[in-house]
Each structure stands twice: as C-alpha cells, then as structure tokens.
C-alpha cells in the first residue's frame, strides 16, 4: 500500500510517464516516417551492378536526396534493415567505409541478403578496413545467395568458376547463374547468355552434360538482358542472328531489330553494323545511300576502324556492293576527303579519305 508520503510521488511519477509518453509517442512515429521517406527516396535495396552509368547516377542521386531523412530515422531509433543498408550504401558513397560496414553488418543482422553481398564485396576487393579474403567473401556471399539475393548468388557463381574462397566447381556456377538470372539480375542473364554462347567460363568451351553451348538458351538470357537495358547484350544478339555460318544463315529480321536498338544507344560499332544490314538488304530494304551515310557517321566517332567497319558473312568480310561504294565516294568527294573516281572501288585513296574523317 501507498503510505500518505509516498502518494505525492507516486502522482508525480504518474504525472511524469503522461506527460513523456506523447513525446515519446511523438518521436517514434517522426523516425518511422523518416524510415518510409527515406526507403521511397532511395529505393529498394540493390546490391547488384548498375545496368548503365546513367542508371548509375541516378542510384547515387538518389542515395543523396535520401540521407537527411535516413540519417533522422536512424537518429530517432530506427533499426529498419533496408534503413541501415541504405546509411550503408550512404556512408560507402561518401568513403567512410568503417560506418559502411557497420550499417550493413546490422542490416545484414536483421535479415536483409543483400547486406550480405555488400559485406562480401567488401572483403573480397578489401575495401577500406577489410584486407582481401576470398574464404570470408564467400561466407557472405553464400548467406546472400541462399536469402535470394540475385547478385549474391551471381558472385558466389563467380568464385565457383574461379575458385576463390571455395573448390572450383563449374556445374554450380552455372546452377547459381541461372538462379540470378531466373530472379531478374540483368548482370547474370547477360554472363550466362555468354556462357551458353561462347562456353564462357567453361573448361575447354564445352559442357555436353550442362548443355553448353546451346545458342537457343544464350538468344533466351541475352534477351531477358536486352530487354532491361544491358546494351551489351543487345550487340551479342544482333550477332546471334547474324550471317556468321554462312550466307542465309541466322534470322535478318531479330538481326536488324537488335542492330537498331544498339544504334539507338549510340554505340559506333552498332551505327556501322546497322549501316552493313542496309548495305545487303538484310532485315530492310537495300538502301546504298543509307547505308553509305550509316558508314560515315561511324568512322566520324573515331571508334571503328574501315576494316573491321563491315560484317562478316560466313566468318569472312564480302566485297563491298558496287552501288554502296560509290554512294560512299560521293560523301567523301562532297567533304573535300576524294579526288579520284566514283568508281565504287575503295582504294587507297578512298581509304584515305575515309581516315579523315574522323580528324
């Protein structure tokens, strides 16, 4: 029982709890609205390799919009795993990689996979405190990988192909690419597109009992990859379908359509592939001029060379069709680059010109 003395205080302490537990109410409903901010600012967590430098940018745009409102959840209390993954991902942004540790070690506590792959990044390059350790990466790696991580499971693949932190093992790389590949990583459709294309990875190019090569299944993954946006896998599809077995071969119509979603990024290589396909008439009708002009916008970048500029066809590089030359003669003559006949034969001198343009 409360004696007359103790009521006083036991009314203050009654007193004290009303009064603190709004503001206490207060700040905990502040740092979860902070948390939710903070998550739809900088998105879901993603340990896995941005798919182009402009999706790059904005993940690192949004990283910093996002820390004031991550920090004050964070500062409030909150123990939000994709919180701390975030903070993580803010503190590894900014190079102070002993906090970045922290934050993902707790979130990876939490249950958050792709913490994991973070951590194991972390020690398998030894970034900031960590020394390079590929039995430790693993470790990570693995947690990651059996938590459904994609881009877990696409490293730990890795470092069965090579070997590193554990036994060198291609049927598991290639079960643990596909696993990634499967959830949607653009990174591990592209890679085991290659491998069923190239037999990359695989000892001696070859695996009869993995199915490798199988270039139906790499045309399957390199396309999943295509369609998200991984330009380099749209370059190994147009060269799929291509004529590289021989006139007639491959389907000119997918060809054609790759090529032309390459060009559209701007790739050179693409910009004079494309201008190839009109030059044969393959996928579109023949057009000499257009693909003249398609070969000039390439050799203006510097980044193609007039030998390698044209396809191959059967593993070998067909003459040039008459019409297409000439058009291209005219182009160079109009720039002040040809002096010599519209002949359709390139010469030396129409190399020549050719290698001005891109002076």
């Known amino acids: 029982m409360f004696s007359a003395k103790t009521i006083p205080a036991a009314r203050f302490g009654l007193a004290l709890l009303l009064t603190t537990a709004p503001l206490a109410v207060a700040a905990q409903t502040e740092a979860e609205a902070a948390a939710a901010l ?19 940018e904005a993940q690192i745009a949004a990283l910093q919009e996002a820390a004031p409102s991550c920090e004050q959840a964070v500062a409030g209390g909150s123990n939000v795993p994709e919180v701390l ?7 590894q942004l900014d190079g102070d990689h002993d906090e970045a540790v922290a934050a993902f070690e707790a979130a990876a506590q939490g249950g958050l996979a792709a913490a994991n792959t973070r951590l194991g990044d972390y020690h398998l390059f030894g970034i900031g405190p960590l020394r390079r350790d590929a039995d430790a990466a693993a470790v990570y790696y693995r947690a990651a990988a059996e938590a459904g991580d994609p881009a877990g499971q696409m490293t730990l693949g890795l470092l069965y192909r090579l070997g590193a932190g554990v036994p060198r093992d291609t049927e598991r790389m290639v079960a643990l690419m596909r696993q990634a590949a499967d959830g949607g990583y653009h990174f591990a459709q592209f890679r085991l597109g290659q491998t069923y294309l190239t037999g990359d990875g695989i000892p001696g190019g070859a695996d009869a009992a993995l199915g490798i090569p ?16 991984n330009i380099e896998a749209v370059l190994d599809l147009a060269r799929i379908y291509s004529e590289l077995d021989g006139p007639g071969t491959g389907d000119p119509d997918l060809q ?9 990024e701007g790739l050179p290589e693409a910009v004079a592939a494309l201008g190839f396909l009109y030059e044969r008439g393959r996928g579109v009708e023949a057009d000499p001029q257009r ?12 980044d193609v060379d007039l030998d390698e500029m044209r396809g191959r066809v059967g593993g070998r590089v067909p003459p040039w069709d008459r019409a297409t030359a000439m058009a291209f003669q005219v182009i160079l003559q109009e720039r002040g680059l040809y002096p010599g006949a519209i002949d359709g034969v390139i010469g030396p001198m129409s190399r020549a010109g050719a290698a001005a343009l891109s002076d």
């Open 38 to 56: 903070c998550l739809e600012t900088a998105g879901p967590p993603d340990a896995g390799v941005p798919i182009s430098p402009e999706a790059q």
């Open 214 to 229: 199988d270039r139906d299944e790499a045309a399957r993954y390199l396309s999943m990859a295509a369609e998200q946006g």
């Open 85 to 91: 993954y975030t903070i993580g991902a803010i503190r």
């Open 256 to 264: 054609f359509r790759w090529t032309q979603r390459a060009m559209d």
């Open 291 to 302: 693909a003249a002009e398609l070969y000039v916008q390439a050799l203006e970048t510097g």
